[in-house]
């Protein structure tokens, strides 16, 4: 990729081992992907990999954060983004945003318009997309929503800290390391009664959907000996505190869990979990123009994500025939369940096709089950015509 601003910057390719599954059963023959905020491009590079296998190699476009320090910052991020949209839409079209994301894909929205004011009033255009939001940013009404958006965000800072302790950490650990010998569906029920205040399931779907990313392919087999040894013997405590329905001491084991794993957890946000040498970077230099440009991009992209002009563009974009989906996580602490199905109020789409919780795992599972993330991904897409 090379990028304007006062000198070229060299993106070495991208070459992915992934073969695409031996049944590519997606409707939508391209997807793009736009990472949750601080994701890499060494980060990210799983989830690419994940939905590689339900489209194929070559037919999904991933990009990183803006809000992230580690890679150069992308002046032209937008446009590229823009560019893939006009492109692909009207053959068909899978957008997925998470979080912060959805501000970014916001504002690539903004640059089809500037190009072609009438781009989504063409039906040829709108009757093959599809957008799927992940706990998007931007979806939060009134006066006091960029104040709780903040709240909620430097909340989750804070769960992420390395010196936080938390259960939501634990959380993201059972989700990357599954423990041994304990049905997904089993663990997913006795983290719900170990922590109901931070569960959003309600027993009553009328107006929701359950999803699940359980799947075979995890991060257990890239951990050492040692480690594994370790996550045996945790499996052993957490299937007796299940069995005995003794929730407290669940609750402490989840602690200890993501304690336990915080570094491995830590490698895989970083994307160098898996790799026997350090992630190579995209650009070896960069101007303090396109430095300049990235970052301009980055405030402007922000403050989209805190106000509700996100959530009204995706309301309108829905309105012209767009399929529309809201994805939350069951301890996501971002955005809430209650406030995606309050999107589709009045809308033509009923919130119980359009609003999807993800069970068992918090806001950053995407990374932690690229996998079972891929083929949750999918399987929206073949509900879309079913």
Do not use: W
């Not at 002046?75 to 959805?102: C, T, W, Y």
């Not at 993201?172 to 010998?181: I, K, N, R, S, V």
């Not at 989209?304 to 974009?317: I, P, R, V």
């Not at 989906?325 to 369940?337: G, N, P």
């Amino acid at each position: 990729m090379s990028e304007p601003g006062g000198g070229e910057i060299q993106t070495p390719p991208f070459k992915s081992e992934v073969q695409p599954s031996p049944e590519v059963v997606n409707l939508k023959p391209h997807c793009l992907f736009i990472s949750g905020g601080k994701g890499t491009n060494a980060g990210i590079r799983g989830i690419k990999e994940g939905l590689e296998k339900q489209y194929g190699v070559g037919r999904v476009e991933a990009f990183n954060s803006v809000y992230n320090f580690e890679d150069p910052q992308n002046p032209n991020r937008f446009n590229e983004m823009a560019d893939f949209i006009q492109e692909h839409a009207k053959e068909g079209l899978d957008i997925v945003a998470h979080s912060l994301g959805a501000a970014e894909l916001k504002k690539a929205i903004d640059k089809v318009k500037a190009r072609d004011r009438e781009f989504f009033e063409n039906e040829e255009n709108t009757k093959n997309l599809h957008i799927i939001l992940i706990a998007p940013s931007g979806f939060l009404k009134g006066i006091a929503g960029p104040i709780r958006f903040l709240t909620r965000t430097v909340r989750f800072a804070r769960e992420q800290s390395p010196k936080s302790n938390t259960l939501l950490r634990g959380i993201d650990a059972l989700t990357a390391f599954p423990p041994e010998g304990i049905a997904p569906e089993d663990l997913i029920v006795a983290l719900r009664e170990a922590m109901p205040e931070l569960s959003q399931y309600q027993k009553d779907q009328k107006s929701f959907s359950l999803d699940a990313v359980a799947s075979k392919d995890n991060f257990v087999s890239h951990l050492s000996d040692a480690q594994k040894e370790e996550i045996a013997d945790y499996s052993a405590l957490i299937r007796s505190a299940i069995e005995n329905r003794n929730y407290d001491v669940l609750r402490d084991l989840v602690k200890e869990y993501g304690e336990k794993f915080r570094k491995p957890l830590a490698e895989i946000y970083a994307g160098s979990f898996e790799l026997e040498e350090e992630p190579i970077l995209e650009a070896t230099r960069i101007s303090i123009l396109s430095a300049m440009g990235g970052y301009i991009g980055l405030m402007n992209t922000l403050i989209k994500g805190f106000g509700s002009k996100t959530m009204e563009e995706f309301a309108d974009l829905e309105r012209k025939g767009v399929k529309l989906d809201l994805v939350i996580s069951e301890y996501d602490v971002l955005m809430r369940l209650k406030e995606a199905i309050a999107f589709f109020n009045g809308s033509s789409t009923d919130a119980s096709q359009g609003v999807h919780l993800v069970q068992g795992v918090a806001h950053a599972f995407p990374a932690l089950q690229a996998i079972g993330f891929g083929e949750m991904i999918k399987n929206l897409g073949e509900n879309e015509v079913s």
